[in-house]
C-alpha cells in the first residue's frame, strides 16, 4: 500500500497564516480588494483590469518579503494615490512624458522616505484626504459577499450551468487569486491547466538565496512506517538547497562568466547579464519543493477543471490548496462556478503521466543536454492535398503563403494553419520544461520528475565544479528515489526531493499556427540558453517536414547567445557548426 500518513501536514500547512502582518492602515486598503490579508490563498477582486494585471505582473519578479498584497500596499498603492495629487496632476502626451512622470513619482517617494502607506498618508493633508477617497470608492467587502451569493444570482445560475447547460455563461466570467508560499511542484500543477487560464509565477532567479524555504512534504511519509527515514528524506533535500545557496552566496560563476565574457558585453550590462546567466543555471539545483508564488487568473468555465486537475494531481499540498481555494472563492461568488468538480472514474483513468522508459537513454556520465526526439506531425503529400482543398476558398496555397509572409510583427500566421497539428516528444531538464508550460493553448504531458533519465548538461563554458555539483546533486537524487520507490512512497510524493536539473520526458502538442508563436516567443535571445536550445530544434524538425516553414516562421535562429539578460542578443559560438548541432539535433 502506499506509504502515505495521509493529508494533516499538507492541511496544516496550507492553512497556517502567513508570517508577516499588516498595519490596521495596511489591512483598511487591502480589504476592499483581497479576500484575506494573511492566506496562502486569496482571490482579488474590484481592481480595474489595467490595475489588476500590472499587479498580477509583478508576481514574475516579486521581492516583497509580504508577497503581491505587500507589494500593494508598499509600492502600487503610492503611486496610484500620487497620480490624483495636484503635484503629479497632468496628463502625458507622449510616452517619453508618461516615463518622466512616473520617474518623477519614484524620485519624490525616495526623497521624503515614504517606505510605508503610513508615511506616505502622514506626509500632508492631502495624502491623507486621497487616501480617503480611495476607501470610500472602494467596494465594501461584506457587501460584495451578498451581492455575489444573492438567491437571485444563485437561482440564475443553477438554472443555466445545471438544467440548460449553457457553459458559456461561466466563460464569461473571470477569476483572479493569489497562490504565496507553496512548492514549485504544486505551481506546476496549477499551470498545467489549459485552456482559459493564466498564470504569472515568480521566476527562480527571484528565490531569495539566505531565506529560500522548503515545502514539508516528509512530514506526510508515515514515521510508523519509515522509522528515521523521513528524517533522511528532509535532510538530503535540504543539503541540495544548501548547495544552491552556497553557490549563489559565493559569486563564483558569475564571477567566471564575467571573465569568459566581458569583452564581448557592454559594461553597464555585464552585471545583470551574469548575474542571470548564474541564477538561470544554479536553479537547476533547487528542489522542486521550493517556496515559490504565483498569480492565476481563469475563466468561470475553466475554473471546475483547475480544480479537478489539483485532485488528480494526487498530493496531499494540492488537495489541501483545492480545499482552501474552493472555500475562498465563497467570498467572491466564485462557488457557483464550482458546481461539478466531482471526480468521475471515467476522469481518473484517463489521468496518467508518461512512462518514463521510453524516454530513458544509457548515460553513463548523467549529464545531458536537451533533445528533440522526434515531431509526429501531417507532413508530406497528405498534409498538401487536404491543405488545397482547406485553402482554395482564400486564393490557394500561394496565397496563404502571401498572407503568412506579408504578417505585420505581431501577426500570428492566419487561421488556415490551424487545420493541422502534431506533436513533440523530447527531453529536458523540469526547470527548463516550466518555461515551455506556460504556453497554455499546447497541450502537455510529462514523465514523473525523478533522477532515471539524466541531468541537465550545459553545453556553454562553465567551471568545472558547476558540472560536478551537478554530478553529485544527480547522484543524491538517484539513490534517494531508489529507495524512496522501495519504501511504497508514491511517485507524486517522490518529486518534492529532487532537483530541477533532472531531466524529464515531455509531449507537447498543437497546430502549426500555435507551433510557430511559440517556436517565435521561445527563441528570442532574452529566453533560457536551454529553452531556446529545444525551440530551435523544434524548428529544424519543421522546417525539414515542411517545405514552407524556412520562409513564414519568424524563429530568431542564430544558434546561441552569451546571456538572456542584455539590451541586444550577443550572438555566442560558430553559426554554421551550431546550426548543423541543431538541425541533425
Not at 22 to 33: M, N, S
Not at 227 to 240: K, Q, Y
Request: proline share 4%.
Amino acid at each position: 500500500m502506499p506509504r502515505i500518513a495521509g493529508f494533516s501536514g499538507a492541511r496544516r500547512w496550507v492553512r497556517t497564516a502567513a508570517e508577516y502582518t499588516f498595519t490596521p492602515l495596511e489591512a483598511r486598503a487591502l480589504r476592499p480588494f483581497f479576500t484575506n490579508a494573511a492566506k496562502r490563498v486569496f482571490f482579488i477582486f474590484s481592481f480595474p483590469p489595467s490595475v489588476l494585471a500590472a499587479l498580477l505582473s509583478m508576481y514574475s519578479r516579486m521581492e516583497n518579503a509580504r508577497g503581491i498584497r505587500g507589494h500593494f500596499v508598499d509600492n502600487l498603492l503610492p503611486l496610484i494615490l500620487l497620480s490624483f495629487s495636484e503635484r503629479f496632476k497632468s496628463e502625458p502626451a507622449s510616452a517619453a512624458e508618461l516615463k518622466f512622470l512616473v520617474e518623477a513619482m519614484q524620485k519624490f517617494i525616495r526623497e521624503h522616505h515614504l517606505t510605508s502607506l503610513e508615511a506616505f498618508v502622514s506626509f500632508s493633508e492631502e495624502h491623507r484626504t486621497l487616501f480617503g477617497k480611495f476607501i470610500r470608492a472602494s467596494a465594501d467587502p461584506v457587501y460584495f459577499r451578498k451581492l455575489a451569493s444573492s438567491p437571485r444570482f444563485r437561482w440564475f445560475m443553477a438554472l443555466f450551468l445545471d438544467k440548460y447547460g449553457h457553459n458559456s455563461i461561466a466563460r464569461g466570467a473571470t477569476l483572479t487569486f493569489g497562490v504565496e508560499g507553496i512548492s514549485i511542484l504544486a505551481a506546476k500543477s496549477f499551470e498545467w491547466g489549459r485552456p482559459g487560464a493564466g498564470y504569472i509565477e515568480l521566476s527562480t532567479r527571484f528565490v531569495r538565496m539566505d531565506k529560500a524555504q522548503l515545502y514539508p512534504f516528509w512530514e506526510d511519509l508515515d514515521s510508523r512506517l519509515h522509522g528515521d527515514f523521513a528524517a533522511r528524506v528532509e535532510r538530503e533535500t535540504r543539503a541540495i538547497l544548501a548547495q544552491y545557496q552556497m553557490r549563489m552566496s559565493k559569486g563564483n560563476l558569475e564571477a567566471f562568466f564575467r571573465e569568459a565574457h566581458a569583452e564581448k558585453t557592454p559594461e553597464r550590462e555585464l552585471a545583470a547579464a551574469v548575474k542571470g546567466e548564474a541564477c538561470d543555471l544554479l536553479g537547476n539545483l533547487l528542489p522542486a519543493a521550493t517556496l515559490t508564488s504565483l498569480g492565476v487568473s481563469v475563466s468561470g468555465e475553466a475554473f471546475p477543471e483547475l480544480i479537478k486537475h489539483l485532485l488528480l494531481d494526487n498530493t496531499p499540498e494540492n488537495i489541501a490548496l483545492a480545499e482552501l481555494i474552493m472555500e475562498e472563492s465563497e467570498k467572491i461568488g466564485g462557488d457557483q462556478f464550482l458546481r461539478h468538480v466531482e471526480i468521475t472514474s471515467a476522469k481518473r483513468e484517463d489521468w496518467r503521466y508518461l512512462s518514463v522508459a521510453r524516454f530513458f537513454f544509457s548515460n553513463p556520465s548523467g549529464l545531458m543536454g536537451p533533445k528533440i526526439l522526434n515531431w509526429v506531425g501531417e507532413e508530406d503529400l497528405h498534409l498538401f492535398s487536404r491543405m488545397r482543398v482547406a485553402v482554395r476558398d482564400f486564393g490557394g496555397e500561394d496565397g496563404v503563403y502571401r498572407s503568412a509572409a506579408r504578417r505585420e510583427p505581431h501577426d500570428k500566421l492566419p487561421n488556415q494553419f490551424e487545420y493541422f497539428s502534431g506533436f513533440f516528444r523530447g527531453i529536458m531538464s523540469f526547470r527548463g520544461w516550466r518555461d515551455l508550460e506556460r504556453h497554455g493553448f499546447c497541450t502537455h504531458f510529462r514523465t514523473y520528475l525523478t533522477p532515471e533519465i539524466g541531468f541537465y548538461r550545459y553545453d556553454k563554458p562553465a567551471p568545472q565544479w558547476l558540472h560536478q555539483d551537478f554530478t553529485w546533486v544527480h547522484a543524491l537524487n538517484r539513490k534517494l528515489y531508489h529507495d524512496m520507490r522501495n519504501a511504497d512512497v508514491p511517485h507524486e510524493i517522490c518529486q518534492y526531493a529532487f532537483a530541477l536539473g533532472n531531466m524529464v520526458g515531455f509531449q507537447m502538442g498543437g497546430n502549426l499556427a500555435q507551433w510557430e508563436f511559440v517556436i517565435w516567443q521561445r527563441s528570442k535571445f532574452s529566453v533560457n540558453h536551454e529553452v531556446r536550445q529545444v525551440a530551435l530544434q523544434m524548428d529544424a524538425h519543421l522546417r525539414k517536414a515542411y517545405y514552407f516553414w524556412r520562409e513564414i516562421a519568424r524563429a530568431d535562429r542564430t544558434p546561441a547567445y552569451l546571456f538572456a539578460r542584455t539590451s541586444k542578443g550577443i550572438p555566442y559560438g560558430e553559426p554554421e557548426e551550431s546550426v548543423r548541432k541543431v538541425a541533425t539535433g
